[in-house]
T-cell receptor
Framework: DAKTTQPPSMDCAEGRAANLPCNHS???????VYWYRQIHSQGPQYIIH???NNETNEMASLIITEDRKSSTLILPHATLRDTAVYYC????????????FGTGTSLTVIP | DVKVTQSSRYLVKRTGEKVFLECVQD?????MFWYRQDPGLGLRLIYF???????EKGDIPEGYSVSREKKERFSLILESASTNQTSMYLC?????????????FGQGTRLTVV
């Protein structure tokens, strides 16, 4: 079973920030939060991950609440190429990184 | 450039055929995974492997088997293909680690069983 809850779809105007929420209320203390995205007809692509602290890379920022029960992926200046399905995943604490994907959020960036 | 390569982008097979889906990674990763993706259901884990000759069942292993004879290659086998196995199949790999490594995915194989 997926351990995260995401809205099924969102729209965002081109050039604006896209904020994608994720609930993971049953997350364990040593589980990481990962974000992937999947552009149509391609395999999923890694975006960012974090444990407790907020993280930023060249693609996005990840904000994790203090209680770690939810997080937000921020695409600071969305472009049309960011239109994709975004998956929030909690990685189990045991070895092997079995990524359990849910159905994600379908983000549409509107010109 | 790191790469996970799946042998076919599109396949059409007949019901009852034995089907092999091949996946090769060039990153010397220990872990490899097979998922299937269906509309409205997201990605579901079929099998995974932590090491050569090792395999573990995922959420939906029924009707599938896997083989990992070499570290870089992970094969998904449909012993007797059925129409309900028509799907997009995705292979992934990751390095050994406890919750702190990313997975790299192939481009997927769209299998149609007729």
């Amino acid at each position: 079973d997926a351990k995260t809850t995401q809205p099924p779809s969102m729209d965002c105007a081109e050039g604006r920030a896209a904020n994608l929420p994720c609930n993971h209320s049953t997350i364990s203390g040593n589980e990481y939060v990962y974000w992937y995205r999947q552009i149509h007809s391609q395999g999923p692509q890694y975006i960012i991950h974090g444990l407790k602290n907020n993280e930023t890379n060249e693609m996005a920022s990840l904000i994790i609440t203090e209680d770690r029960k939810s997080s937000t992926l921020i695409l600071p200046h969305a472009t049309l190429r960011d239109t994709a399905v975004y998956y929030c995943i909690v990685s189990p604490a045991n070895t092997g990184n079995q990524f359990y994907f849910g159905t994600g959020t379908s983000l549409t960036v509107i010109p | 450039d790191v790469k996970v390569t799946q042998s076919s982008r599109y396949l059409v097979k007949r019901t009852g055929e034995k089907v092999f889906l091949e996946c090769v990674q060039d990153m010397d990763h220990e872990n490899m995974f097979w998922y299937r993706q269906d509309p409205g259901l997201g990605l579901r884990l079929i099998y995974f492997s932590y090491d050569v000759k090792m395999k573990e069942k995922g959420d939906i292993p029924e009707g599938y088997s896997v083989s990992r004879e070499k570290k870089e290659r992970f094969s998904l086998i449909l012993e007797s293909a059925s129409t309900n196995q028509t799907s997009m199949y995705l292979c992934a790999s990751s390095s050994e680690g406890i919750g702190d490594t990313e997975a790299f995915f192939g481009q997927g194989t769209r299998l149609t069983v007729v």
